[in-house]
């Protein structure tokens, strides 16, 4: 019996997508390319999410690889890109639906940086969820498998009554090497809540 849901968060509850985040605060296209290229170049937010760097370190590196005329956007870019990551459609309501209708508990596994984590209760869908465990706070990332045993210890739930949404193949088939049920999420919150209803039915 299925009793615990546990979300990813950017590409299942948020979109995040770079080139909307830097055009909030840039037009001029080149810019633009440059800026979405270098503030979300996984050489800096793979250390982010696991945690081995810091904000401002991540920022001055940025900086570094740009002209100084951008360096004060790029710095605005970083620090709001938490802001500027919209819902995904029906995502929110799911949420809501399966907690009403089944009672399971809600949580979050996410590869991400320390920053998020501070801000994390600014985030709305966030309020929905019972225990969020972020990747750059426990020091742990997906698809290792030490943070799903991480995340079955710190949120006391059993690997065989739980489901795991991820976007990633690769991180639902490590969840399901120690028994939790995976589900790679293809944006579809439709066809996901038609899936949620049938195994938490059983």
């Known amino acids: 019996m299925i009793k615990n849901v546990v979300f990813d968060f950017g590409q299942v509850l948020v979109r995040f997508e770079p080139s909307y985040m830097v ?16 503030v979300f170049d ?3 937010w793979d250390k982010l999410d696991a945690g081995t760097i810091s904000d401002s370190e991540a ?13 004060n956007v790029a ?8 802001y500027n990551i919209p819902e995904i459609d029906g995502m929110r309501d799911l949420v809501l639906h399966i907690k009403k209708e089944f009672g399971v508990s809600v949580f979050l596994l996410s590869n991400i940086s320390r920053y998020f984590a501070e801000h994390s209760s600014e985030i709305p869908i966030l309020e929905l969820v019972d225990k969020c465990i972020f990747s750059a706070v ?7 498998r030490d943070i799903y045993e991480y995340l079955c210890e ?3 739930i059993d690997p065989c009554e739980t489901v795991f949404i ?8 490590a969840a399901e090497e120690i028994g939790i049920t995976g589900y ?10 038609l899936y949620l209803d049938g195994v938490l039915k059983n």
Do not use: H, M
């Not at 055009?23 to 270098?38: I, K, M, Q, W």
């Not at 426990?138 to 290792?144: A, F, I």
């Open 23 to 38: 055009g909030r605060y840039v037009s001029e296209p080149s810019d633009a390319r440059l800026l979405e290229t270098v």
């Open 42 to 44: 996984r050489l800096y």
């Open 59 to 71: 920022v001055e590196l940025i900086k570094a690889r740009l002209p100084e005329r951008l360096w």
């Open 75 to 82: 710095s605005e870019i970083y620090y709001n890109w938490i």
């Open 138 to 144: 426990c020091g742990k990332v997906k698809p290792d």
């Open 154 to 156: 710190e949120c006391n």
């Open 166 to 173: 991820d976007d990633r193949e690769k991180n639902t088939k």
């Open 184 to 193: 790679v999420f293809d944006g579809d919150a439709q066809k996901l809540g």
